[in-house]
């Protein structure tokens, strides 16, 4: 039995961190989900960049949207929710059959929102419309003006992926968001099962202090985060406050495990996977992290639900002068910043391919 099958046996979903049309077109996305047990996918303007940029696969949609006027978001959104949508039916069936607890994916609302609450809320509601599918996440990012987004998005009853989150006190704050949603939702007499999940990043913790720390402390602050997360994430599920909310038939908000591929040459390439197994909890993985991890990756028990060594290991970070709060603060606004780097980037591309591919045939006809 291949690992990836195991983790899914073991109740984690495995979602791919990556799309592109030619994983659409070329049936490469169905055959991982048949073959590797994928359930669902994310995305981010990073990923939707490279794609654009490094293939010729949208260049004629691209041609034919800004010949008819379209430019930068607008067009960006249509050809993102033209993938994504299609993904979305893939997916359909094992959404369905999971009583939507799986089978989602995942488009990112503008980065350049990342401060602006009002902005966000409408840009959610839009993009969700536009969507018109039942397992499609808008992602929201879980800083000081997103919560507000998130609680706002899960009112309105829009599915939410919280993003860039980095420690046990952002998740907290983004659970109590989504629940404060659900009890709008339950009060105003609307149906409580709105999709969420919240999306903890693990390898960037240390990308971060790689060079900071001594050499047997490193790659393990991340994973050490994360287990204190998962304690946390078990104690909500199990408090009065999330079963009253479970009664009147509200869904789990999963806890995700996101930036999960190894960064350091020098350790495993399926590090991240092999230490985060744990029931009820989503790891989105990239491509080649997937692909090592199903040709050699070992599943070797479940995360332990009160956190494990986490704290041990914790306070000797501590000890090596690492403050896992200030850290955790730097790490959300430097990822905030490198999304909006990364739509930046994207709205450029989108922009030299649309000025080239049109001015290639002006006229509109055949090259």
């Given at each position: ?13 495995l979602?791919l ?17 048949s073959e590797?047990?994928?359930t ?7 990923i ?148 969420s ?6 390898s ?33 599920l ?19 495990w996101?930036?999960t ?18 029931p009820?909890?989503?790891?989105t ?20 639900a ?26 959300q606004?430097?990822g ?32």
């Open positions: 039995m291949k690992a990836t099958q195991q983790l899914h046996d073991l109740g984690q979903s979602w961190d990556n799309i592109t049309r030619g994983l659409l077109t070329s049936g490469t996305l169905g055959r991982y989900s590797l047990s994928v669902g996918l994310t995305s981010n303007p990073t939707f960049d490279q794609a654009i940029r490094n293939a010729g696969f949208y260049d004629a949609a691209i041609r034919e949207k800004a010949l008819a006027g379209k430019s930068g978001e607008v067009l960006f959104f249509e050809l993102a929710l033209e993938d994504l949508t299609q993904a979305a039916d893939l997916f359909r069936p094992i959404h369905d059959a999971s009583g939507g607890d799986d089978g989602w994916v995942s488009l990112e609302v503008s980065p350049l929102l990342a401060d602006d609450t009002a902005g966000t809320k409408k840009a959610v509601v839009r993009l969700h419309t536009q969507a018109k599918r039942p397992n499609l996440f808008i992602k929201i990012p879980g800083t000081r003006a997103g919560v507000p987004a998130i609680e706002e998005a899960i009112f309105a009853g829009v599915p939410v992926n919280v993003t860039l989150l980095f420690s046990c006190e952002h998740y907290i704050a983004a659970a109590e968001a989504y629940m404060r949603g659900i009890e709008r939702r339950i009060a105003a007499g609307l149906d409580a099962a709105v999709g999940v919240a999306s903890l990043f693990v960037r913790w240390d990308v971060a202090i790689k060079d900071k720390v001594p050499k047997e402390l490193r790659n393990r602050l991340g994973i050490a985060i994360a287990k204190r997360t998962y304690k946390t994430y078990c104690e909500l199990a408090s009065p406050r999330w079963q009253k909310l479970a009664g009147a038939g509200a869904r789990p908000q999963r806890l995700l996101a930036s591929g190894t960064k350091d040459p020098d350790a495993s390439d399926t590090l991240y996977l092999e230490a985060l197994a744990a009820d909890t989503v790891n993985i990239p491509e080649k992290t997937l692909l090592a991890f199903a040709e050699h990756g070992k599943v070797k028990g479940a995360l332990p009160d956190g494990g060594d986490a704290e041990e290991v914790l306070a000797e970070f501590a000890r090596a002068g690492v403050d896992d709060a200030a850290l955790a603060a730097a790490l606004r430097e905030a910043q490198s999304f909006a780097k990364s739509w930046n980037d994207l709205m450029d591309c989108i922009a030299s391919k649309s000025a080239a591919l049109t001015q290639a045939d002006p006229g509109g006809g055949k090259a």
